[in-house]
């Protein structure tokens, strides 16, 4: 990079895999298994399971921010969150939402869009109740999106719930829980020599996954 932020040199060519014509005979959650356990392999990475949430507000304005998936299986993936934080109002406005997962060290990506829906109050408290005690207080404490004064806020609110939750355990708060986003897409991304990358997407008709190879 120059010193006028010129980044026109900065490349590296892609040269660790490649997604043959196999593949488009898997099932989308078969192949995102297989690369997520790769990325768990890859002790270079040090959360494989940190995604890009994208969502869109009642303005019709997108916004991304890094989220951590907590589950997956052929139902769907599935974090958690403040249900009032901006994230979880957007939702309510536009269930249509896109996950990315990015493994630099593989010259991976993973796109999945779908629609998002909270999980059951059950399995929500049952995630909560196997979080360690800091990050139940934290959920509590957070008002997640709103404008506070200072982070001493939030710090003295923490202690105070520390001292308060060291004699009585600390129940889920009731805006506070999972979302599941079922896929209707899939689009694998390998990054290849050339710049001419593997794209495969897989796109849900009916209770099929058609696949298509796509151009890069």
Known sequence: MNKNGDL???????????ISDEFKSFSPFFIFKK???????????????????????????????????????LDGYTFFTNYNSDKGRSIVNNDN??????????????????????????????YFNSRPLGSQIGAIVSNQSEIIESRDVLERKFNELNN??????????????????????????????????????FKLDGNIWISHRLSP
């Not at 790769?38 to 869109?56: C, Q, R, W, Y």
Request: net charge positive; hydrophobic share 35%.
């Open 8 to 18: 026109s040199n900065l490349r590296k060519s892609y040269e660790k895999g490649l």
């Open 35 to 73: 690369w997520f356990e790769e990325a768990i392999k890859d002790t270079t990475i040090l959360e494989p399971n940190a995604m890009i949430l994208s969502t869109i507000n009642n303005r019709q304005q997108p916004k991304s921010r890094v989220v951590l998936l907590k589950k997956f299986d």
């Open 97 to 126: 939402v896109c996950l990315n997962f990015y493994w630099a060290s593989l010259e991976k990506q993973i796109i999945i869009k779908g629609k998002a829906s909270k999980i059951s109050e059950n399995e929500s408290n049952d």
């Open 164 to 201: 308060y939750y060291s004699k009585i355990k600390p129940k889920k708060p009731a805006n506070w829980g999972g979302y599941i986003v079922k896929p209707d897409l899939f689009e694998f991304w390998q990054g290849r020599k050339n710049r001419l990358h593997d794209r495969l997407e």
